[in-house]
């Protein structure tokens, strides 16, 4: 039987595994991951942050799931890849081999080049260990500094003044999430920091020292402002590819495993998919690497159709969310391309949705806040490349459904 080794147990392996067995694929699974069984990671700057989920509570399915389908799972890490003999090699030197080998390891977390940010003492949030961590250090009145104010830090934000902190949030950028989500909607988030009690300081975090004595265990240098003190730091400033797996196996790599439309990598039957894969189109040019939850599923379903020998699936935009200080925010296409943008605001006079207009007057962007509806109709605009009317688009009148029709 033909064996489909798929290392790395978030929403991309599960969703390879889940594709594979849809499809009919009759073959052998397995999926090896250092925490088990598979589960899912957006909850944990929230749900796990403020109690309401433990990690059970996140598993992609129970683990009679993966008896009747017959996937089964390792507990150990992968450290290496034999290519050419069709090995993987764990950490406890037990080596498994593969027919079809998908790597679905997503990234580690960013670590700037700067004094300190190595230090052991400093958080990031990749684990529920790492959510449990952070969680079992905020208590009210501690003074929590996040180096970061993007998706996650601003999750964390909002989480940490929930349990009592004193939070500060530290970035290069006057106002985050400009090119995710457009200049208006970015800033109606950017100013619920401070109504939520968040001290926000535009600065480059330059060193993160660390002493053991006196009233605080951190001091963070900012530039252009004075040092921060803080009892515990978080650094949440994106991840980078995890590329070691990659590397042993000699695949081309460039700020991600590089792939095709088939999510196949430069050596054969090996695919990667989610956050460490990056597509090289058929001339050569490399597209950005994506790193949200839906990309990870579309990815996993496109190569499990190609293992699968089944036509490859056709997915829409791009589309992600995020939460914070009890609001829901949406985005779908690109934000950041060429063109304008039109705004429909909601009862109160604030931005609600962002449209992002292209030259030549098709959708090929949206945000929300708390208006989900606003982004179905926004993504069928951008994948049937409609081009409706921008004062229509403004108007809170104006059924969106219809104009995406």
Not at 231 to 259: H, K, P, Q, W, Y
Request: aromatic letters at 4%; hydrophobic letters at 40%; a negative charge.
């Amino acid at each position: 039987m033909a064996h489909t080794l798929i290392i790395g147990g978030g929403i991309g392996g599960f969703s390879l595994a889940q594709s594979l067995r849809k499809l009919g694929w009759d073959g052998l699974i397995t999926i090896v991951d250092p925490h088990g069984l598979p589960y899912d990671r957006p909850p944990l700057s929230k749900e796990i942050m403020q109690g309401t989920k433990q990690h059970d509570d996140l598993l992609l399915a129970p683990a009679e799931w993966f008896e009747e389908n017959r996937v089964e799972i390792v507990q150990g890490e992968a450290i290496a890849v034999d290519g050419v003999n069709k090995t993987v090699t764990l950490k406890d030197s037990q080596k498994l081999g593969y027919d079809n080998l998908v790597i679905a390891t997503g990234g580690v977390p960013r670590v700037l080049p700067l004094p300190g940010f190595n230090h052991p003492k400093i958080l990031s949030l990749r684990t529920t260990e790492d959510a449990e961590t952070l969680k079992s250090r905020l208590s009210p009145g501690v003074d929590l500094a996040i180096v970061g104010a993007g998706l996650i830090g601003a999750e964390l934000a909002g989480s940490a003044v929930d349990l009592g902190a004193q939070v500060t949030l530290i970035d290069p950028a006057p106002v985050a999430l400009v090119p995710a989500v457009g200049e208006e909607i970015a800033t109606r988030l950017h100013n619920m920091h401070d109504d939520h009690g968040v001290t926000y300081i535009n600065g480059l975090t330059e060193e993160i020292n660390y002493h053991d004595d006196g009233d605080h265990a951190f001091t963070v240098k900012i530039k252009g402002h004075d040092s921060l003190a803080a009892d515990v730091v978080v650094v949440a400033v994106g991840i980078t590819a995890e590329e070691a797996l990659a590397r042993s196996a000699e695949l081309d790599f460039d700020n991600g495993i590089l792939v095709d439309e088939a999510q196949q990598s430069s050596v054969p039957g090996i695919w990667a998919i989610g956050d460490c894969a990056r597509t090289r189109r058929e001339d050569g040019a490399l597209e950005r690497r994506h790193e949200h939850w839906e990309n990870a599923v579309h990815t996993a379903q496109t190569a499990a159709a190609a293992i699968a020998g089944a036509d490859l699936p056709q997915h829409g935009a791009g589309w992600f969310w995020s939460d914070r200080y009890g609001v829901h925010v949406e985005g779908v296409g690109d934000m950041s391309l060429p063109g304008s943008t039109v705004v429909r605001k909601d009862s109160n006079g604030h931005p609600a949705v962002a449209f992002r207009i292209a030259n030549d007057g098709r959708v090929v962007g949206a945000a929300a806040v708390d208006d989900s509806m606003a982004v179905r109709a926004a993504r069928r605009m951008i994948d049937r490349g409609l081009s409706p009317d921008p004062d229509k688009l403004a108007d809170p009148g104006e059924n969106l459904k219809k104009l995406a029709r």
